[in-house]
């Protein structure tokens, strides 16, 4: 491992496994990074700021940084290097992250961090060495988390975080509309300078023009080097699996996944089947659980309360096996799809990620494995460790966002979610699917419709930051204004407040309840 010690402008010391290496005195800190990555081009690089050596964790490094496709940083300070403007920019969930576990974002840090050379080695033609080695680390993770790099903060790269040591390295306007130019569309220049002008009273207005002499960075061409694990991988979970089905109206095509499952070359534990009727005191409809012999357990519940929130909590309380699979009632999979799974989490050391779910005849867009926004409740495969003492929040029943926010309870639980392009599931979008029963809720009968939908700003209210939130309202208003009728701007307008404010009303009566 290399140990490269700053003082955030320049480099004071190098060691190589403890012993000292030449310093370049004619490199800055970037610069260092990359002749490092040409000289050792397969090892472990830390770097560290001079003041927080006493305290980096030397025993669990090498099970922190544990992938040649790892970036992993930690910022002491309470605010990142990039500010909270970024969230102006940015709606993603990478932006507004809890600093107590270890949490997916490429926000990085030069305080510490470590990642292995060939990170660097991978993006040196196309990210160029800077002065600023805050934006230098950003600006890769940014432009590498996409493209299969795993990137993170994590607290436990120090033993301790010293808060006497304060770090108050912050971006620039100039720089931040910088990197606003590099990695984002330019439209988001402006949403970035009206946001800044009306929810924080600055006017950057020559930082806003030179921005756009600034070209977006190119990835196309970036090959990022094929995923490994840097040590071998102790897999101490069984093969046991448990399915968790929630079902409602589709008999026939349950039935055909469940023989799907019944042909797995990795057989299931248990499937469990959570059945909702509307009608009160109905008897089951799906008679083969019982009348056909399945090579599993069937643990089946016919509840009459719909919802599926409350069938999934039902189903996770029935949960026993190592691994869950959250499965749609209306898909099918290929018999090896749940060995290619346990594959997948043995071999890139992982214990959440949801799977390519698309129509049969549908475009894959994603072909390689990244860290995903979301959290898909019918394509997911699950450590049963990861989601212990986890359950969908009932706020998001009959709407939209649970799926996101279990996502975000994995994640502040110290868990990440990776996307898998392979093994495949196809989605029949079998009819009688979706929101079959008409469900009235609270909000359906108000004289002003509330829009976003409630459950959507419960999300947001709950997980974002206030300028991302600002930034959401404000594009909501642009994309939804009717600019077709210009003769009532203002009538237009007070309608859209309105509308807005009854969501906000609903969402946080929601969120009280």
Known sequence: MIQVFHNSNTVLKISKDNQPLE???????????????????????????TELGPFINYEQINSICNSNNEIISYNISNENYLSKNIGFVEQSIFINFSKKVKIATWQMSSAIGIAHATIFSDLKTIIQPVKDFDYFLNSIAKIAMPLGVFCYSNPNLLIESNTEISFNHKISFSSLFKFVSQHYKKVWLLVLFICLIYKKGKFPLLAFLKSFFYSKIAVDKIKISKFNLLS???????????????????????????????EQTILPKSVIIIEQNPIENAVSELDYLVNENWPFQVKHQLIYQLGACNARNLALKEITSDWVFFADDDIEIKSDFLEKCLENAKNYNQQVFSLSCLLRNEKKHFNNCFQWVSFGSGASFVNANAIKNLKFDSKYEFGFGEDADFGMQ????????????????????????????????????????PKPSPTVMVFKLTYDSEEQLFAYKFMYFFKNYNFKNLKNPIKNHKAMISKWNRSMYWAQKLISN
């Not at 008999?251 to 019944?262: A, M, Q, R, T």
């Not at 196809?426 to 108000?446: E, Q």
Request: aromatic fraction near 12%; glycine fraction near 4%; hydrophobic fraction near 40%.
């Open 232 to 262: 071998t991988n102790d897999f101490k979970y069984s093969n046991n699996i448990d399915v968790l089905i929630p079902t409602i109206g589709r008999k026939e095509p349950l039935f055909n996944f469940l023989k799907n499952l019944s």
């Open 410 to 449: 994995i994640r502040n639980n110290g868990n990440d979610i990776i996307y898998f392009p392979t093994p495949e599931i196809i989605h029949l979008k079998a009819p009688m699917g979706g929101f079959r029963t008409k469900v009235n809720r609270k909000w359906d009968n108000d004289l002003i419709e």
């Open 23 to 49: 310093v370049f005195d004619n490199l800055n800190i970037s610069e260092t990074i990359y002749k490092l990555t040409e000289l050792f081009p397969s090892e472990l690089i830390l770097w560290c700021h």
